[in-house]
């Protein structure tokens, strides 16, 4: 089948999804020169093929020692199209959420041994995210429009037999270092402008007064850093954050009296704007103290919140932090700001009571109301670095 013709067929498409992805998929196949799970894999359930049977959350269930009953609460399902050590691929029908696609595959791909890459389609669309352990996830997305164009075309058969070609560069420890060191500098940066009131002080109960303000500086960063992963893991709405850090570059004042009022919120739960805010529990928005942060400290952490920070791991990032702040003064910064990191503990704790070890006690219904990206947080062989608030390895 040429371009041209694949281009016209699937143009004019316009049926329901079950109906006809064999076929869509099929004429991929002959579009890149490559054999049809049929052809390939005679027996249509080993190495490739269509309708592979699943279990949901699959790593959900091996806590046996955390949920009970596990194999009757277990949730089975199809993956579109497996092809091993390569991908999954889901379908859905024209110009259809294909979020939704995404967040079924991240349910099915323990079941499918972690496939390296992840593909979305709606016979028009192609979305391909990687799913490489260490690494941070890359997208890569085009239409059938520009199906025959070269990199495209290159994308495709490396999604059949060549993933390792879109393997990303960039790892996880590479990126958490970077931000490590940004939020490592505003902590230097506010205990500069507060050391002054520190070594003025003459009495215990002014020193007191003194290491709790650096104390809360710290608690401060911590709910700032917490932010930033609860956003881009469907915690918190999407952008509300970052877009907040970004405008606030343009009124300081503003922005320290509005980040008060979000963290309050958190606290309780609740509407922020137009935006309904979770419950978080731990303790860790009880005290919604915020610094007034100057023009270039908002402008890191403006920055910061660029980062995706669902590839972040927490136990990284609060070494490395730790450690440069250790490298100011012997050590003596850190122990002023009392800074030891938020942990992957103290982030589950903040968790609103819905969360995902609840739900996995609670069965396969409450696990279907995670927020998006929940599933993909569990630790698994090939992505376990990935949204590591949730992360199943570091849990006794």
């Known amino acids: 089948m040429t371009s041209a013709e694949f281009k016209r067929k699937w143009a004019r498409f316009s049926g329901k999804e079950s109906a006809a992805y064999q076929e869509h998929f099929s004429d991929l196949c002959r579009l890149l020169g490559q054999p049809t799970p049929a052809e390939a894999d005679p027996t249509g359930t080993e190495s490739f093929c269509f309708q592979k049977r699943v279990i949901k959350d699959a790593e959900l269930f091996e806590l046996d020692e955390i949920v009970s009953g596990a194999d009757d609460a277990k949730e089975r399902g199809f993956a579109d199209v497996w092809k091993a050590g390569c991908f999954a691929w889901e379908y859905k029908g024209k110009k259809k959420n294909l979020d939704e696609a995404y ?47 070269p990199e495209n075309l290159k994308i495709l058969r490396a999604v059949f037999s060549d993933p390792d070609f879109l393997k990303p560069q960039r ?108 419950y978080f529990n731990g303790h860790l928005f009880t005290d919604s103290t915020v610094f007034e942060l100057t023009e270039e400290e908002l ?17 990284i990032m609060g070494t490395l932090f730790e450690r440069a702040l250790d490298f100011e003064e012997g050590g003596k910064l850190r122990a002023q700001l009392g800074a030891h990191y938020t942990s992957e503990a103290d982030i589950k704790r903040s968790l609103n009571p819905c969360s995902w070890l609840r739900s996995a006690a609670n069965g396969p219904r409450s696990k279907a109301n995670l927020p998006p990206l929940m599933p993909k947080a569990m630790a698994h062989p090939r992505n376990a670095t990935s949204s590591p608030h949730f992360k199943r390895s570091s849990l006794p």
Not at 110 to 138: A, H, K, M, W
Not at 299 to 315: C, N, S, T, V, Y
Request: proline letters at 2%; a positive charge; charged letters at 30%.
């Open 299 to 315: 402008r890191k952490l403006a920055d910061a919140g660029e980062a995706d920070w669902q590839f972040i791991q927490p136990g």
């Open 103 to 149: 967040r079924q595959l991240l349910r099915y791909r323990e079941s499918l041994l972690n496939p390296p890459l992840l593909v979305v389609c709606d016979f028009d669309r192609y979305i391909v995210r990687t799913n490489f352990n260490g690494t941070v996830q890359e997208v890569h997305e085009f239409s059938n429009a520009r199906i025959d164009r």
């Open 171 to 278: 790892t996880t420890a590479q990126v958490t270092e970077n931000l490590a060191e940004k939020i490592a500098e505003v902590a230097k940066s506010l205990q500069n402008r507060e050391a002054e009131e520190l070594a003025d002080t003459k009495t215990r109960a002014e020193m007191t007064f003194a290491q709790r303000k650096y104390l809360r500086i710290a608690r401060f960063l911590n709910r700032i850093v917490f932010c930033f992963f609860a956003e881009d893991t469907g915690l918190l709405p999407k952008k509300l954050f970052s877009d907040l850090l970004k405008t606030g570059i343009d009124d300081l004042h503003h922005f320290a009296e509005t980040l008060e009022k979000l963290f309050k919120v958190m606290a309780k739960g609740g509407t922020f704007g137009k935006d309904k805010i979770r």
